[in-house]
């Protein structure tokens, strides 16, 4: 769904997904969620996330699991004679708790994250956020700031790698019930100062079933060559389960296609 949306999620958050893009999103989910996506990405990259939100007594509990595998890819020596093939991955996993408060909702992150070339790198890490619903304007506008990815360097071997650290400030507005807006800031430790912008409309088919058009723009891809920042994507609810695929181009690397199914119960 954010994929769709270019990214510009930080102030909506009100899915399973929220684990991800600002963990006090997931203060306000009243009910068991899951999510669940599959990415193809370019070359023979692929990108796999799990979500499970549960409400507590005292808040709510959030499991979040990322893993990329980038393929198989021929190894050399340093003379250049090939000695097989690498495997690498990335592994996140995410432990999440929020709490709403009535109006502002906060949440925390903490992760193990994992990283294999040939040798395995692992680093901690958290994330914080807070989010702000307008009840002046009838809860159509919500603000939100998170900050992702702060805590050790992957070190491998000898050298150490930084997190792709970032603060994101970002606004989702509800222009009508089937119609939202979406904006976001984001400053990262090593891509500088980006921005997102997103929308989604819903077709209401009946009582339970429903279809959403989104679109969206990203400024992280621009200096890139090709057709970059631009994404679509579409969702289908049927009840308390949903489907949505989004398309992202990133230029002359090829396209990435995603796809998600999430459920409430």
């Not at 994250?113 to 395995?120: A, D, G, H």
């Not at 989010?131 to 990815?149: I, P, Q, V």
Request: glycine share 16%; net charge negative.
């Amino acid at each position: 769904r954010a994929s769709g949306m270019g990214e510009a999620f930080t102030g909506v958050s009100d899915d399973a997904t929220a684990v991800y893009w600002n963990p006090a999103g997931i203060g306000g989910i009243g009910s068991v969620s899951v999510s669940l996506m599959h990415a193809i990405l370019t070359q023979d990259a692929k990108y796999e996330w799990a979500s499970f939100v549960c409400p507590a007594g005292f808040g709510v509990l959030g499991l979040g699991l990322q893993y990329v595998s980038y393929g198989s890819i021929p190894q050399a020596d340093v003379t250049g004679l090939g000695t097989g093939d690498m495997n690498p991955n990335d592994m996140a996993v995410i432990l999440s708790y929020g709490l709403d408060l009535g109006g502002i909702a906060a949440g925390i992150n903490a992760k193990y994250v994992t990283s294999k070339i040939l040798n395995r790198a692992t680093a901690a890490a958290f994330d914080a956020g807070i989010l702000y619903s307008d009840t002046l304007a009838g809860g159509k506008l919500r603000l939100g700031l998170s900050a992702r990815n702060f805590g050790t360097k992957m070190k491998f071997i000898s050298e150490e790698d930084t997190l792709p650290s970032e603060i994101r400030l970002g606004a989702g507005y509800n222009m009508t019930p089937e119609w939202l807006l979406a904006a976001d800031g984001i400053a990262s430790i090593d891509n500088g100062i980006k921005a997102g912008f997103g929308t989604e409309y819903q077709f209401k088919l009946g009582a339970d079933m429903a279809v959403t058009g989104r679109a969206g723009y990203n400024t992280r891809t621009k200096d890139m060559t090709g057709l970059v920042g631009l994404s679509a994507g579409l969702g289908v609810a049927y009840g308390s389960y949903g489907v949505d695929y989004a398309f992202v181009p990133f230029g002359d690397l090829g396209t990435t296609h995603r796809i998600s199914t999430g459920a409430n119960f």
